[in-house]
T-cell receptor, first 112, second 115 residues
Framework: DAKTTQPPSMDCAEGRAANLPCNHSTISGNEYVYWYRQIHSQGPQYIIH?????ETNEMASLIITEDRKSSTLILPHATLRDTAVYYCIVGWGGGATNKLIFGTGTLLAVQP | NAGVMQNPRHLVRRRGQEARLRCSPMKGHSHVYWYRQLPEEGLKFMVYLQKENIIDESGMPKERFSAEFPKEGPSILRIQQVVRGDSAAYFCASSELAGASYEQYFGPGTRLTVT
């Protein structure tokens, strides 16, 4: 599985957009980009995933560069409840194993 | 649709005892995963199971740990002869039949404390 690189921490003002970057320069053609988050002491929560195209759901948007070597998770209007560790994970969904390899993630602190 | 359920939420065991952690996947999900999060550390994959089959146990410690997902009932993660280093949060996740892409949905976790 490809390795990802994320900044260890970021701050964001409440109500503003939070843009969380992720580098995955060794991603292969059949690997997806997944984003999960973990709010303190809770189980991780799935946010969004994509392969090539940009994706949007009720929680966030995912922007993947054309060369697929990096992506950005966008929370359009961050709230205090969005304070969490955000994990960018690269993996293939069609293989014999579907394990998620969590890195250290980005601690997003939303400030009032 | 109820989410992934885990019980107990908190479990205290003395060194040498056995710990049994249970996970009921979301309705319709036939794939179960177990992850461990040691204090102040990241989440680590342990094992991936389908009904009655272990698919990937590459993250399981070689001794004392076992997992099962029977045809009926919850998935069980069993730790024999627990030691203090087993103290951690254990998370279970489930997913639908794997296809080209998948999402895993996590339970609230079981916090194991070994005294």
């Amino acid at each position: 599985d490809a390795k990802t690189t994320q900044p260890p921490s970021m701050d964001c003002a409440e109500g503003r957009a939070a843009n969380l970057p992720c580098n995955h320069s060794t991603i292969s053609g059949n690997e997806y980009v997944y984003w999960y988050r973990q709010i303190h002491s809770q189980g991780p929560q799935y946010i969004i995933h994509g392969l090539k195209n940009n994706e949007t759901n009720e929680m966030a948007s995912l922007i993947i560069t054309e060369d697929r070597k990096s992506s950005t998770l966008i929370l359009p209007h961050a709230t205090l409840r969005d304070t969490a560790v955000y994990y960018c994970i690269v993996g293939w969904g069609g293989g014999a194993t579907n394990k998620l390899i969590f890195g250290t993630g980005t601690l997003l602190a939303v400030q009032p | 649709n109820a989410g992934v359920m885990q019980n107990p939420r908190h479990l205290v065991r003395r060194r040498g005892q056995e710990a049994r952690l249970r996970c009921s996947p979301m309705k319709g999900h036939s794939h179960v995963y177990w992850y461990r999060q040691l204090p102040e550390e990241g989440l680590k994959f342990m094992v991936y199971l389908q009904k009655e089959n272990i698919i990937d146990e590459s993250g399981m410690p070689k001794e004392r740990f076992s997992a099962e997902f029977p045809k009926e009932g919850p998935s069980i993660l069993r730790i024999q002869q627990v030691v203090r280093g087993d103290s951690a949060a254990y998370f279970c996740a489930s997913s639908e039949l794997a296809g080209a892409s998948y999402e895993q949905y996590f339970g609230p976790g079981t916090r194991l404390t070994v005294t």
